[in-house]
């Protein structure tokens, strides 16, 4: 079933529970989230990182987790997920406050699946600077940072 389809369950599995995220993964497989610098090979360890993205209370400041495929390359091997995501009511990004702003950003998941269908290898990649601008910070999509920095000092 690794398709569209699967893609489809994937994302939505975020939205119902960490566990139905985790059933996606083989026995033995590896995670990387390559802006977090996190590798993961451990299905409890999976599970705490997904389970935040499950939450259903929009006033507890994790903020209820929008998805969207914006499309899919693949067929049974192997599979590029592009997507969307918004955190609708989410307090805080990467630990910068969000003082209600909405934001949004873009990524793309890269799925090496097993005989069964399962994620064995998953490599993903997203944009954390354009979020960081809407909120505010100096920092630009076009690369550097947008206002003067001062120099540390010794």
Same mark, same amino acid.
């Given at each position: 079933m690794s398709s569209y389809r699967f893609a489809v369950q994937w994302l939505k599995a975020f939205r119902e529970s960490a566990e139905k995220v985790c059933a996606l993964y083989a026995d033995e497989f590896l995670f990387e989230d390559l802006i977090l610098d996190q590798s993961i090979t451990d299905k409890a360890e999976l599970h705490r990182v997904f389970a935040p993205y499950a939450n259903a209370d929009?006033?507890?400041?994790?903020?209820?987790?929008?998805?969207?495929?914006?499309? $899919?390359?693949? /067929?049974? !091997?192997?599979?590029?997920?592009?997507?969307? @995501?918004?955190?609708?009511?989410?307090?805080?990004? +990467? *630990?910068?406050?969000?003082?209600?702003?909405?934001?949004?950003?873009?990524?793309?998941?890269?799925?090496? $699946?097993?005989? /069964?269908? !399962?994620?064995?290898?998953?490599?993903?990649? @997203?944009?954390?600077?354009?979020?960081?601008?809407? +909120? *505010?910070?100096p920092v630009s999509a076009h690369g550097g940072i947008t206002a003067p920095v001062p120099a540390p000092t010794h």
């Open positions: 929009r006033d507890n400041g994790i903020g209820i987790n929008l998805f969207r495929i914006d499309e $899919y390359l693949g /067929d049974a !091997r192997s599979g590029l997920i592009r997507w969307t @995501w918004e955190p609708d009511g989410a307090a805080a990004f +990467l *630990g910068v406050p969000t003082s209600g702003r909405p934001f949004a950003t873009a990524g793309q998941t890269f799925h090496v $699946y097993d005989a /069964d269908g !399962r994620i064995r290898r998953e490599s993903t990649y @997203w944009d954390a600077v354009a979020p960081l601008h809407t +909120l *505010g910070l």
